[in-house]
C-alpha cells in the first residue's frame, strides 16, 4: 500500500478523530446512490483514501469526545468541496487527482437531526452546523475508508469533536462527527462489529462489543472530566 501525507489543512481538521490516513486518489468510476450537485467543465476527480481509525471500544473513551448525543438523521444540508462555491476549480481538478489531496481539497457534507437528545456536552460554543467528510458533487467523489457516515431517518448514537482548522470551512461554530454507532430496535449500541471467522490469516476474530444505550447513558453521566 502506498502511504500519502495528508495536506496541512485536512490533515488538522481529521486531527481530533486519530485518522492515519493512506491509499491513492484515482480517477475511478463514482459511487452510486449518492446526489449530483451541479456539473463540472472538467473531467471528473475520483479521490480514495485508506485510514486506519482510532477506535472506540471501551464506553468510558465516550467521555474525550466534545460532544455525545442520541439522534435521529435528518435530510443532508449540504455537500460542497472546500471551496467559497463549493465547486473544485477547474483549474485545480485538471492537475489530477493527486494534486487535488496535496492542495488541500476535500468534500464535506452539512448534516441535520430531526432529532437530537444531548447526553455529554463539553462544547466551546453553541453549534450552528455539523459535517462529515467526503461524498459527491457532480460527478466527482470523495472518500476515507471507515470514515462515518450518517443515513437519513436512521438513528445513532454519535460523537462529535472540533475540527482543526481548513480552508473553505463552513462558517459559524462547526461540529464535525468523530463515531457514528446506530441504536437498535432494542436500544443496542454496537461499538465493534465480530470479526468474520473465515478471514485469511491467522490470530482470533475480534469480538463483538455491545452494550445497552441505558449503560452508555451512565457511564457519560459518570464521566469525570
Known amino acids: 500500500m502506498r502511504t500519502r501525507h495528508l495536506p496541512l489543512g485536512l490533515a488538522a481538521l481529521l486531527f481530533a478523530l486519530g485518522n492515519t490516513l493512506s491509499g491513492?486518489?484515482?480517477?475511478g468510476s463514482p459511487q452510486s446512490g449518492q446526489q449530483q450537485v451541479r456539473p463540472a467543465p472538467y473531467a471528473p476527480v475520483h479521490i480514495s483514501l485508506d485510514a486506519d481509525r482510532a477506535t472506540l471500544t471501551k464506553p468510558e473513551e465516550m467521555c474525550q469526545r466534545a460532544l455525545v448525543a442520541d439522534v435521529v438523521v435528518g435530510p443532508p444540508k449540504a455537500t460542497r468541496w472546500n471551496t467559497p462555491d463549493g465547486t473544485l476549480p477547474a483549474s485545480v481538478a485538471n492537475k489530477g487527482a493527486p494534486e487535488v489531496v496535496s492542495e488541500g481539497y476535500f468534500i464535506y457534507k452539512l448534516v441535520t437531526f430531526s432529532r437530537l437528545t444531548v447526553l455529554r456536552d463539553q462544547r466551546r460554543l453553541l453549534t450552528q452546523q455539523y459535517m462529515t467528510i467526503g461524498g459527491q458533487v457532480g460527478q466527482g467523489t470523495y472518500v476515507i475508508s471507515e470514515e462515518?457516515?450518517?443515513?437519513?431517518?436512521?438513528?445513532?448514537?454519535?460523537?462529535?469533536?472540533?475540527?482543526?482548522?481548513?480552508?473553505?470551512?463552513?462558517?459559524?461554530?462547526?461540529?464535525?462527527?468523530?463515531?457514528?454507532?446506530?441504536?437498535?430496535?432494542?436500544?443496542?449500541?454496537v461499538l465493534q462489529q465480530a470479526g468474520d471467522p473465515n478471514e485469511p490469516?491467522?490470530?482470533?476474530p475480534q469480538p463483538e462489543i455491545k452494550y445497552s444505550l441505558a449503560y452508555l447513558k451512565q457511564v457519560l453521566v459518570s464521566c469525570t472530566a
Do not use: N
Not at 24 to 27: L, N, R, T, V, Y
Not at 201 to 204: L, R, S, T, Y
Open 201 to 204: 490469516g491467522g490470530g482470533v
Open 24 to 27: 491513492c486518489a484515482s480517477s
Open 148 to 189: 462515518p457516515q450518517l443515513i437519513p431517518g436512521t438513528r445513532y448514537l454519535v460523537m462529535f469533536d472540533h475540527p482543526g482548522y481548513a480552508p473553505g470551512m463552513p462558517a459559524g461554530e462547526t461540529m464535525i462527527l468523530s463515531f457514528a454507532y446506530p441504536i437498535d430496535a432494542q436500544e443496542r449500541v
